[in-house]
């Protein structure tokens, strides 16, 4: 059966020394407890390498929040997916909306790092999402859809077992406006069964679906309630650890 993960994107933020320390305390908080679920940090790519050293790998796993669309060679500035694993990194987030929005990665850019990613042994944490014009013309399933079909639906079911998915409605990202979980769960519901259509329904019983957008404390537990919604993908309340213990604790 899929797995329930908590996972924080800490986005640009934290110096290495601030980033070090944050997971170092959420490190000694998580040893002291039995967790029900998966716990990824997703930090800036040059902390990867000291945060792994931080924590324990039985207990928190390591994201990079981008790798490259290209194997290696003459691309000054990207870091690669080969890279990233060598740092001791397991995840790599892919395909945020704000990457999309402020990078310009389409579908087919993120194919091609879903591909690396995994060629290099990385999980790959999947981000779909419409933005609020598109919810508000009722096209939310049909960009989530296209989103999926032309970035993933490539891969073998071997290889798609592999990603975990991130539902995040743009409106809700760092906006304080979390869909309620009605919403999540109606849009989680769909995604399975996109998944189920083209892979089966073992593949998709099998994949981990995430909410991201303005996920708290406060919140966390109603959404993760919900039968197809399997964890959240963090921002904001993943960068001091006792809002990011607060949801993990929603499990
Ligand atoms: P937020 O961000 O929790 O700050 O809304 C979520 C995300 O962008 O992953």
């Known amino acids: 059966m899929r797995q329930n993960i908590v996972?924080?994107?800490w986005k640009?933020?934290?110096?290495l020394q601030e980033?070090?320390?944050l997971a170092s305390e959420l490190n000694k908080i998580l040893a002291t407890k039995t967790l029900n679920c998966g716990v990824v940090i997703g930090v800036p790519a040059i902390h990867i390498t000291e945060v792994v050293k931080a924590v324990d790998a039985k207990k928190i796993g390591v994201a990079a929040q981008n790798c490259a669309n290209k194997e290696s060679g003459a691309y000054t500035g990207e870091i690669s997916a080969a890279m990233v694993k060598s740092t001791?990194?397991?995840y790599v987030i892919l395909?945020?909306?704000e990457r999309r929005e402020y990078y310009g990665e389409t579908n087919q850019t993120l194919k091609e790092k879903t591909d690396l990613a995994l060629a290099n042994g990385l999980?790959?944490?999947f981000c779909i999402g419409?933005?609020?014009k598109e919810r508000e013309a009722n096209k939310q399933n049909q960009v989530v859809k296209t989103q999926i079909e032309e970035a993933l639906f490539h891969l073998s079911a071997d290889a798609f077992a592999k990603i975990v998915l991130a539902y995040e409605p743009v409106w809700a990202i760092g906006t304080g406006k979390?869909?309620?979980?009605e919403q999540a769960q109606e849009i989680h519901a769909y995604i399975r069964s996109v998944v189920a259509n083209k892979y089966g329904n073992d593949v998709a019983n099998n994949t981990s679906i995430l909410y991201g957008g303005s996920c708290k404390p406060s919140n966390a537990k109603e959404l993760f309630a919900k039968a197809d919604v399997d964890g959240g993908l963090i921002g904001g309340a993943a960068l001091n650890a006792e809002d990011f213990v607060g949801i993990i604790d929603a499990f």
Do not use: Y
């Open 178 to 181: 979390v869909a309620s979980p």
């Open 130 to 132: 419409e933005v609020l």
């Open 19 to 21: 980033g070090v320390a």
């Open 88 to 90: 001791g990194a397991a």
């Open 95 to 97: 395909g945020h909306s």
């Open 12 to 15: 640009m933020n934290k110096t």
């Open 123 to 125: 999980t790959p944490i």
């Open 7 to 9: 996972a924080g994107n």
